[in-house]
């Protein structure tokens, strides 16, 4: 890509946003920081009910680079950075590491 780019997931990171941190981490595009993401990549299909709810259901495996299936596994992070939200005050420590990184790498452009 020729730019400093980098990724942030965790816990509560889902489906395409879990195969974007593997892509990541994969393809070497950039680092991704945050906490584990849990595996939840599925493909799913909503189901409009007679009362006019929407039910969505997972209905098939999805791999990615055609035979890794992130599902029940997830992806660790390359910088992992804990989360614990009863403890946030207002301050988001996976944002701000993730910040961190972004900048040292541009500085190393520079050099």
Do not use: H, W
Not at 73 to 97: C, H, L, M, S
């Amino acid at each position: 890509m020729g730019k400093t780019c980098g990724d942030a997931g965790n816990e509560g990171s889902r489906s395409a946003k879990e195969i974007l941190a593997y892509g990541f981490q994969q393809y070497d595009i950039g680092p991704v920081v945050g906490s584990p993401t849990p595996g939840a990549v599925v493909a799913g299909r909503p189901f409009l009910m007679p009362e006019g709810s929407l039910l969505y259901v997972a209905v098939g495996n999805v791999y990615v680079d055609q035979t890794v299936r992130l599902e029940g596994v997830g992806v660790t992070p390359n910088i992992v950075v804990p989360f614990p939200i009863e403890y946030a005050q207002g301050a988001d420590p996976q944002k701000q590491r993730a910040i961190a990184q972004a900048l040292s790498e541009i500085a190393q452009i520079g050099r």
